[in-house]
């Protein structure tokens, strides 16, 4: 007090301030500055904050309007492929339905018509071929005489046409092959010496055989006699 230097009293407010504030009115300056002016600035950059953000949410909401109409023409589309789809499918349905309820049983009432008609011609010609057969045996056909004419021929001597039998015309093997009762063999012999085949002509001289009627005997033709 005597040097003319008076010590500050520092006020409690003051003693209780962080170090980083000289003194109480800066303090006040820059941590409570709730002034009218000041409220309304920061109303204001608020305000601007919000608008920004809507803006940028309408930017978006547009965006998605668009995504969505394009999504509605894809859907619209997809819808009117499906009824297309649903009218092809209900063709499909309707043939099918008329496959089995119509056609198959078409088929098989003709399949199983055909097989009786199938069997009933075996049938026919079975019975034909039991009747034919019967036939055959009560008329021997073209062939079946043939033969039997040949084989009545093959009994019967080919100069004389007389059967051959065990006794005078004892059928004998000329030397060509072929056949001739001995009674001709020995007529022809004792007339000129020779013995012609009927059948084929050839003629076997008297020298040829050893006497006349010498032949061999054919023991085939009187078997069947
Ligand atoms: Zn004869
Ligand atoms: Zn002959």
Request: hydrophobic share 30%; charged share 40%; proline share 3%.
């Amino acid at each position: 007090m005597s040097n003319g230097v008076v010590s500050k009293r520092r006020s409690t407010r003051e003693r209780q301030l962080p170090h980083r504030f000289h003194n109480e009115n800066e303090f006040e300056i820059k941590m409570v500055p709730k002034t009218k002016d000041f409220q309304e600035k920061e109303l204001l950059l608020e305000i601007e904050k919000i608008k920004s953000g809507n803006v940028k949410l309408m930017k978006k909401n547009d965006g998605m309007k668009k995504e969505n109409g394009k999504l509605k023409i894809k859907r619209d589309c997809n819808r009117r492929n499906g009824e297309i789809l649903d009218q092809f499918l209900g063709g499909m349905r309707r043939k099918l339905k008329d496959m089995n309820t119509v056609c198959f049983p078409k088929i098989q009432r003709k399949i199983e018509d055909s097989k009786e008609n199938h069997e009933m011609e075996l049938d026919k010609l079975e019975k034909f071929k039991e009747y034919k057969e019967e036939q055959e045996l009560l008329n021997p056909t073209k062939t079946d005489m043939d033969k039997r004419n040949l084989i009545e021929d093959l009994k019967r001597c080919p100069n004389c046409k007389k059967y051959f039998n065990s006794h005078i015309n004892t059928p004998l093997i000329l030397g060509c092959g072929h056949n001739l009762c001995r009674k001709c063999a020995l007529r022809d012999f004792n007339v000129d010496g020779e013995t012609e085949c009927q059948e084929c002509g050839v003629v076997e001289k008297s020298d040829e055989v050893e006497y006349a009627g010498s032949h061999p005997i054919c023991w085939a033709v009187l078997s069947i006699m």
